[in-house]
């Protein structure tokens, strides 16, 4: 089963997608895929927290860093048994766009990665809940390669949405199921 989560900034969607993993766990365990990077001091205190955090709330998270072979990652971990949290995909989509900035083919070898992760996603086997930013709710950004981020970002929610089970917004804290694959049988 797949779920993705999504929700704009500081909405509460990462809490959120940390409960919904515990309770689905099988065992009281679960892999918790991070995918950002610290590039700044701000961001490196941001990842220390939620590693901080992960120790403290008594659930045993095994913690995989990968900010940019995700699905690589997702297919060795399918199949395992365990319960697999990736947060997040705007960020695996942010990484992917610096590490081919300069390339004149950068969007179709993104929307290539965006393709493959979708398969990856929809051969998954196990509980798979995957955490993205909704950000095409916002301002159009003043610059071309913000564009093109904000345009990845939505097509790939979409993609995403259609071969997950369930999707849930979340806004000021509170999840909201969009759609359950049972309501459509």
């Known amino acids: 089963m797949s779920i993705l989560v999504t929700g704009g900034a500081r909405s509460g969607k990462s809490g959120f997608a940390e409960r919904l993993t515990r309770k689905l766990a099988v065992s009281q365990q679960a892999v918790y895929v991070a995918t950002g990077q610290a590039f700044d001091e701000e ?4 990842i220390a927290l ?3 955090q992960r120790l403290e709330d008594g659930f045993r998270w095994e913690t995989l860093e990968e900010p940019l072979a995700l699905t690589a990652l ?8 365990q319960t697999v ?3 997040c995909l705007t960020l695996w989509l942010s990484n992917q766009l610096l590490a081919v900035e300069e390339r004149s083919d950068r969007q179709p070898w993104i929307e290539s990665e965006i393709t493959a992760l979708e398969q990856g996603v929809a051969s998954f086997q196990g509980t798979l ?16 390669l913000g564009r ?7 097509r790939m929610n979409a993609r995403l949405a259609a071969r997950c089970e369930q999707v849930f917004l979340v806004t000021a804290g509170i999840p909201v199921e969009l759609r359950s694959r049972e309501y459509l049988l």
């Open 148 to 154: 093109l981020y904000r345009d990845l970002a939505g």
């Open 50 to 52: 939620h590693r901080q």
């Open 129 to 144: 809940i995957l955490v993205t930013n909704e950000v095409g709710d916002g301002i159009v950004p003043e610059y071309a």
């Open 85 to 87: 949290l990736v947060d």
């Open 43 to 46: 961001m490196e205190a941001r």
């Open 74 to 81: 997702l297919e060795r971990l399918s199949g395992s048994g």
